[in-house]
């Protein structure tokens, strides 16, 4: 039996075991949960803006279309949860732990994950509006076709993550180790990968015109069919990149390691390629390439 609309707004429910609860329609605004067990419970429509959930056993909780301004998670252990269509702002997850949650279509605005352990957690669809992630260590997460306003994972950890097919503005990964990471498919404007490392990123068919790759390594990286028209690569590391039908040109490649680099039906007109050695670039298949260009004729 669900508990539908209720008024438990600035109530306290510290510590009160509410497993397997469900709740529909509640209006807890600014209510206390701390330390309660909330496994396995429900929210539907509630109304959580400013409720205090610090400290809760909380895994597998599902939460659908509510609204969470100013909530409060500081201390949680997340695990297992799913969020729906969730309106949040300036939620409080510091010291908090999330493993194997998934978000999707919610909003997520003023949201600060710095100093929150993220693993095998799932954002699909979601929004993030001036997303702090500076410095953070997350394993295995994937954040698909989301929307990312000024997003901050500068000297972020990023070890196998994904953010395919999502879209950015004036996203910052300066200094970020992404080891293995993936952009497939994702949009942005005024990207910025300064220093970062970027081993094995995956940026197949990315488009991130005018990027900022300076002094990035990149060795290994998939850029294939990405289009980087009038970015910056200077001081860069691409040994052995795969850039086969990159879009690259106007880029900057001053004093660039292109060991290896292979260039295949590239893109590459009017680049800067000062102090660097292009003769160290994969030579091109010729055959191959008249064969991709052969046109038939009638």
């Known amino acids: 039996m669900p508990l539908r609309d209720l008024a438990l707004a600035g109530g306290d429910y510290r510590n009160i075991d509410f497993q397997g609860a ?3 329609r509640v209006d807890a605004r600014g209510a206390l949960f701390c330390g309660a067990i ?3 419970s429900q929210w539907r429509s509630c109304q959580l803006s400013g409720t205090d959930f610090s400290g809760c056993t909380f895994d597998s909780v599902l939460l659908a279309d509510c609204v969470l301004a100013l909530a409060k998670f500081t201390g949680t252990h997340l695990r297992g949860g799913r969020w729906l269509r969730i309106h949040s702002a300036s939620v409080d997850f510091g010291g908090a732990t999330l493993h194997d ?4 279509d919610t909003v997520l605005d003023g949201l600060n994950l710095e100093g929150v352990q993220v693993s095998q957690c799932q954002w699909q669809g979601c929004s993030f509006r001036d997303l702090q992630a500076r410095a953070v260590h997350w394993q ?3 954040m698909t076709q989301c929307q990312f306003d000024h997003p901050d994972f500068a000297q972020a950890t990023l070890d196998q993550c994904a953010f395919d097919e999502s879209t950015f503005v004036a996203g910052v990964f300066d200094a970020a180790d992404t080891m293995a990471t993936s952009f497939y498919r994702c949009q942005g404007q005024g990207m910025s990968f ?3 490392q970027l081993a094995q990123a995956l940026f197949t068919h990315a ?3 005018s990027a900022d790759f300076t002094g990035a390594s990149l060795d290994r990286a998939n850029l ?3 289009d980087l028209t009038g970015s910056l690569f200077n001081g860069a590391s691409l040994q052995y990149a795969q850039c086969q039908a990159l879009k690259a040109s106007r880029a900057s490649f001053v004093a660039v390691n292109l060991n290896g680099t292979d260039f295949h039906a590239a893109e590459l007109n009017d680049c800067d390629w000062r102090s660097t050695d292009r003769e160290s670039i994969r030579p091109q298949d010729s ?3 008249a064969a991709q260009r052969w046109q038939p004729t009638f």
């Open 22 to 24: 469900r709740f529909e």
């Open 38 to 40: 909330l496994s396995a």
């Open 101 to 104: 949650v998934n978000f999707i």
């Open 140 to 142: 295995h997460a994937r």
């Open 194 to 196: 300064v220093q970062a």
């Open 207 to 209: 488009q991130f015109p």
């Open 224 to 226: 294939n069919s990405a």
């Open 287 to 289: 055959e191959r390439l």
